[in-house]
Structure formats: C-alpha cells, structure tokens
C-alpha cells in the first residue's frame, strides 16, 4: 500500500447481499471504504465485479483491513447474529488500539449488545451495537439505522452514519444515536416486532377479502393500491399491491396462489414478545403475530384438522363496497394499537435500562429506509415533539380521534370475520388492547381473589390506602399465613 495515499474511513467485515451494499453506499456518498470477508474469494469476487474501479480497497486478512484504516479505526461487522459476532470482535481486539470503535450491524440480541458494549470497553475500545432496516435495497440506497452503545464513538461515526441513512422530505436523516449499550438493537427488535403485527394484520385484510368477499388477488391488489393514497400510505400496503398483482410465469395463475402457506421467522418478533413478558407491558398484537406464523408453520396438522374440524359455511350479502371500507379502518386502527404496544415497550425499557430515548426521533428514523416506513410516522414524531412524555399513543388527539373514527367499522370486521370463521388473531388482539386500556375497572379484582383464594397470594383494597395488602380466610380452615407480595 502506498503510505501517502489517504487510508480507509472505515472498514467492513462480511460481504453478503447486505454488506455489498452497504460498502456500495458508502463509497457513493464518497467514503473510502476497506472489506474483507472469511471466504476470501468472496473479496475478489467483489472487487472483480460491483467494486470494479470504485474506491473500495480488497483485503485478503484482518491485519491488513486494520492497517488501511484512519484512526480511530471502525470496523462494520456484518455478520450473522450471535457466536459469528463474538468470533470476530476476538479476532479484531489484539489488532486495535485504544479509541478503535467495533461496530454490529447485524440484528444481534440486544442483551449481547449491552454485554459486549461493557467488554470491547473494558479493552480500552468502544462498541456500537446498530439496527439497520430497509433490506437489501435499503443497504443499498439509503436504510434506516439505529445505533447504541459506546456514546464516545458517536461522533466519529456519525457523519458516515447520517450520510448513507435514508432521508425524510425535509432532508432530515434517518439515523440518530439512540443510547447506551443495547438501546440501537432494542430499538431494532421493537421495529422488527412492530413489523410482524402489521404484516400480519394487512395478511389479515387480505383474508378477509379473499376468503369473505371472494375477491381474487388482481382485485385485491387494485384495493391496497387505492388504501396506500390515503393514512394507510407505507412500504408494507405499496408491496403488497405489487405481490397480489404478479402473475406466475410457470403456471399463470397469481403468484401468492403457489407460495406455501408456511412463514418462517428469524426470531426478531420472538425477541420483542419475550420482552414485553419480561418488562410486564401488553404487547398482544405482536405476540399474536409471531404466534400466526407458529401456526401456520404446522401445515401438515393443519391439513389434517381440516378434514375433521368443521366451521361455518357463510356468504357475504352486505355492501362490499361499505365494507371494504370498515375493513380499511380496521387495519388503520389495529395498526394505531401495534405502533402503540412497541412505544410502550420501549418506554419500559428505556425506565429499567437507564436509556434516554428520544420518541420522536425514534419515529422520524422509521420514516424512511425501514420496513415500517409509512406516512403517519410523522403524526407519531408530532405527538411525542407536542408531549415527550406521552404515555400512550392511544391518548395523543390525533390517534384518539382516528380510533373513534375506526372504531364501528373495526368492531363490524371483527364480527364478520368470527361469524365466517376466519381468523384474525392479530385485529382481535388490538382491539382488545384498545378496550383493556381504555376500562376502568377489569376483572383482575376476581383474579386477585383466586389467587388469594388457593395460595393466599393476598390482595389490595378499594377502601384502604394503596400499598396496603389483605388476606381473606376464604375456606374457614386457612390460616393467617400469607405469600410473600412481589410481582415478576
């Protein structure tokens, strides 16, 4: 290497799909960027085609990555999550120096990304644990990116970070620092689990029509396309038009028609409901997501049942017209419930984890590049900038007055849908979301009784100050020993 020439700004190890373009990006927004993979042949692959003649340096070995970077080094890892992670930030550490910064840019488990944080920093280094959004093409033109962790590696990365993000109309990028330690990939979790509530609600919408108003996927596609003009705008209703439109070129019949009716799932939307349990926030819409895939990965059981399990045998004769748009309320209100579930849990966690998360940046970063870009991101962003310490989104007036709109036509869809046996676990769950959050009294008075009732689990009441717990001798023959009170 020639030692005038100006070294890398930065470094990325793991060059599949995301990596590339990622790389690619960079050096477009005039980054010189160092890569290397541990198949090496990939790096001259690379070099020898999308890289040819841009301002990407091919490295065959870690050593030489680390010497073509300016200091304070930064090394992009994009790798899979988990044990590739760890393997790399010990191959890395015995080449860095004290102020190098170790980015994950993988969607790693934001406990790993607190742990590593507190290791890589107890090396003299620093550590940034980044969700990146937006899939291949958002690699490639401009993703959503959501970092945290080491905050003395902000500024050194931020410009590079800012520059290749995606932007919002104003120019406004889609990237801001987020928080200690895992703040960025608990931000990224809470995105992704958002994510599977709203795929499964629009999966929901679709069903609905096909299987209700016997509409065919052509027609359907004309439908979302219609919805996406409106407050239903996003990524998820634009390619869903595009999907239900293609037509098969084997057999000419729609292609979501000789797709396996199977979900997979990376375990992005697991980690967001396993979260919501630990942090005690209701999160039923995402947790009913991630179970919808569950179910529909045991295939062959449900085909089985299908053969012994009998249902009803209905035919839509109302108004498709005036239900097509109850069901459009119903997928904007369930969606308004999603959003509001994922803002709860990360004010949960942001309260244990010590994370000052700003709301409303965290909505303008989703506004573009990610999954879940859609255009009433910008309502959210307006009503944490009006109230920052916004409870709930339910209580915003926009959202308010957007759900009493819904809410007729959200109640008659969900009706029809039990009526004619299709199932909606993910508008079921918002709606009950929506109803649990807005009653005063639930029967958790009667729960509490029945714990008290077989493990004296003891109670609080009505008429005395809160804090204060009682215990009732229900049977005549119990004691007056009573369980310890602590919630989990």
């Keep these: 290497m020639n030692t005038t020439e100006k070294k890398c700004d930065i470094g990325l190890i793991g060059l599949a799909v995301m990596g590339e373009n990622l790389v690619l990006n960079m050096e477009s927004h005039d980054f010189k960027v160092a890569v290397f993979n541990r198949t090496v042949s990939k790096v001259d692959d690379f070099m020898n085609a999308r890289a040819k003649g841009k301002n990407i340096v091919g490295c065959?070995?870690?050593?030489?990555?680390?010497?073509?970077?300016?200091?304070?080094?930064?090394?992009?890892?994009?790798?899979?999550?988990?044990?590739?992670?760890?393997?790399?930030?010990?191959?890395?550490?015995?080449?860095?120096?004290?102020?190098?910064?170790?980015?994950?840019?993988?969607?790693?488990?934001?406990?790993?990304?607190i742990r590593r944080t507190k290791y890589v920093e107890s090396k003299g280094l620093l550590f940034i644990g980044t969700g990146v959004s937006g899939g291949e093409e958002g690699a490639l033109k401009g993703p959503s990116i959501m970092p945290g962790g080491s905050a003395a590696a902000w500024p050194h990365v931020k410009e590079i970070f800012q520059s290749v993000s995606a932007k919002v109309a104003d120019g406004s990028p889609c990237c801001e620092w987020l928080g200690n330690d895992g703040a960025g990939h608990f931000v990224k979790m809470v995105h992704n689990g958002i994510e599977y509530g709203d795929m499964q609600m629009i999966c929901e919408a679709y069903s609905i029509m096909r299987n209700a108003l016997g509409m065919e996927p052509a027609e359907i596609s004309k439908t979302f396309g219609e919805w996406n003009k409106g407050e239903l705008d996003?990524?998820?209703?634009?390619?869903?038009?595009?999907?239900?439109?293609?037509?098969?070129?084997?057999?000419?019949?729609?292609?979501?028609?000789?797709?396996?009716?199977?979900?997979?799932?990376?375990?992005?939307?697991?980690?967001?409901?396993?979260?919501?349990?630990?942090?005690?926030?209701?999160?039923?819409?995402?947790?009913?997501?991630?179970?919808?895939?569950?179910?529909?990965?045991?295939?062959?059981?449900?085909?089985?049942?299908?053969?012994k399990l009998s249902g009803p045998n209905t035919k839509f004769t109302g108004d498709k017209k005036a239900f097509l748009e109850q069901l459009r309320q119903a997928l904007f209100a369930s969606k308004i419930c999603s959003y509001?579930?994922?803002?709860?849990?990360?004010?949960?966690?942001?309260?244990?984890?010590?994370?000052?998360?700003?709301?409303?940046?965290?909505?303008?970063?989703?506004?573009?590049g990610c999954i879940i870009r859609a255009q009433?991101?910008?309502?959210?962003?307006?009503?944490?900038?009006?109230?920052?310490?916004?409870?709930?989104l339910l209580l915003d007036d926009y959202f308010k007055k957007a759900i009493e709109k819904s809410q007729a036509g959200w109640r008659k869809v969900i009706a029809t849908a039990v009526e004619y046996g299709i199932p909606v676990p993910a508008f079921c769950s918002a709606l009950a979301y929506y109803d649990g959050y807005r009653s005063p009294v639930l029967p958790a008075n009667l729960l509490q009784a029945q714990r008290d009732y077989f493990g004296a689990h003891t109670y609080e009441r009505l008429d005395k100050p809160a804090g204060e717990f009682f215990h009732t001798n229900w049977t005549g023959r119990g004691g007056d020993t009573v369980s310890t009170t602590y919630n989990v």
């Design 376 to 392: 009433f991101l910008g309502n959210i962003k307006e009503a944490f900038d009006n109230k920052p310490d916004l409870q709930n």
């Design 234 to 307: 996003s990524y998820l209703i634009e390619i869903t038009r595009d999907i239900l439109a293609k037509v098969d070129d084997e057999t000419g019949k729609p292609m979501v028609d000789v797709i396996v009716d199977k979900a997979g799932q990376k375990g992005t939307g697991r980690w967001t409901s396993l979260a919501a349990l630990d942090f005690g926030v209701p999160a039923p819409t995402i947790v009913e997501a991630v179970f919808a895939r569950a179910m529909s990965a045991i295939k062959d059981e449900r085909l089985s049942a299908a053969k």
């Design 60 to 113: 065959h070995s870690i050593e030489e990555l680390v010497a073509n970077l300016e200091k304070p080094r930064k090394i992009f890892l994009l790798v899979k999550a988990g044990k590739a992670v760890d393997d790399f930030i010990e191959l890395v550490i015995p080449h860095l120096e004290k102020g190098d910064i170790i980015i994950d840019g993988g969607n790693s488990h934001y406990p790993d990304s």
């Design 340 to 368: 509001a579930q994922g803002y709860q849990l990360m004010r949960a966690a942001a309260t244990e984890q010590n994370w000052d998360l700003n709301y409303g940046d965290i909505a303008l970063m989703w506004r573009g």
